[in-house]
C-alpha cells in the first residue's frame, strides 16, 4: 500500500535562511506526487506538482522540489525564507495506475523566525 | 472566476443533529471529494466521486453520507450517528482522479 511520511510535523528557520521539508513516500511503482500549502482555516493550494518528466519541478512563491527515485524522496525547498511563508505543509502523492487512491502527508507546520 | 465554494465557515450544531455542508464547483471537474481535517492528523478522506451518480467510500466514511445528483454539487450530510463530527471539513475538485485537486475554503462544524 502507498504511504507518505513527512519528517518533522513542525520547523523553525529564520527569515533568510533555507527552507527545506522533508517528504518520502512509499510505493510499487512511481506515483505523482504534489506539495499543497495551507494557511490557517483556509483551504489547501497547490505550491507544485511532478508528473513525469523533469526531476526537478519549480512551483509557486519560490519553492521547488526534486523527485529522487531512488531515495523514494520529494522533498520541498526555497533558498529564502520569508516571513509569509510560514503555514503548513502538505505532501502528496497518488498512484497512476489501479484503484484511486490519493493519499496526503500528516503536514509540517513551518515557522518562519524574524 | 472559477473555484470551489463552501458554505458556511462556521457551523454550529447540537449533538444528534444531522447537518448538510455545501460544498459546489464551477471548474467543469468530474471528480469531487470531501476530507476531514484534525488537527496533527492531516486530512482524511470521506468520501469521493469520479462522476455524476456514483460515489464511493474513503477511508472514514461511518456517520457521513453523500450524494452527487449534479456535476458542480457534493454535499456531506454529518448524521448524529458519526461519533465526533466536531472537525474542518475541506472538499475539493480535481478535472480527473490523477490531476492535481482544488479546495475551498473549508467549513468548520462545531457539535456540543
Known amino acids: 500500500a502507498q504511504s507518505v511520511t513527512q519528517l518533522g510535523s513542525h520547523v523553525s528557520v529564520s527569515e533568510g535562511a533555507l527552507v527545506l521539508l522533508r517528504c518520502n513516500y512509499s510505493s510499487s511503482v512511481p506515483p505523482y506526487l504534489f506539495w499543497y500549502v495551507q494557511y490557517p482555516n483556509q483551504g489547501l493550494q497547490l505550491l507544485l506538482k511532478y508528473t513525469t518528466g523533469a526531476t526537478l519541478v519549480k512551483g509557486i512563491n519560490g519553492f521547488e522540489a526534486e523527485f529522487k527515485k531512488s531515495e523514494t524522496s520529494f522533498h520541498l525547498t526555497k533558498p529564502s525564507a520569508h516571513m509569509s511563508d510560514a503555514a503548513e505543509y502538505f505532501c502528496a502523492v497518488t498512484p497512476t495506475s489501479g484503484t484511486y487512491k490519493y493519499i496526503f502527508g500528516t503536514g509540517t507546520r513551518l515557522k518562519v523566525l524574524a | 472566476d472559477g473555484g470551489i465554494t463552501q458554505s458556511p465557515k462556521y457551523l454550529f450544531r447540537k449533538e444528534g443533529q444531522n447537518v448538510t455542508l455545501s460544498c459546489e464547483q464551477n471548474?467543469?471537474?468530474?471528480?469531487m471529494y470531501w476530507y476531514r481535517q484534525d488537527p496533527g492528523q492531516g486530512l482524511r478522506l470521506i468520501y469521493y466521486s469520479q462522476i455524476v451518480n456514483d460515489f464511493q467510500k474513503g477511508d472514514i466514511a461511518e456517520g457521513y453520507s453523500v450524494s452527487r445528483e449534479k456535476k458542480e454539487s457534493f454535499p456531506l450530510t454529518v448524521t448524529s450517528a458519526q461519533k465526533n463530527p466536531t472537525a474542518f471539513y475541506l472538499c475539493?475538485?480535481?478535472?480527473?482522479?490523477?490531476?492535481?485537486?482544488?479546495f475551498g475554503p473549508g467549513t468548520r462544524l462545531t457539535v456540543t
Open positions: 471548474l467543469n471537474h468530474d471528480a
Open positions: 475539493a475538485s480535481s478535472l480527473t482522479s490523477l490531476g492535481e485537486q482544488y
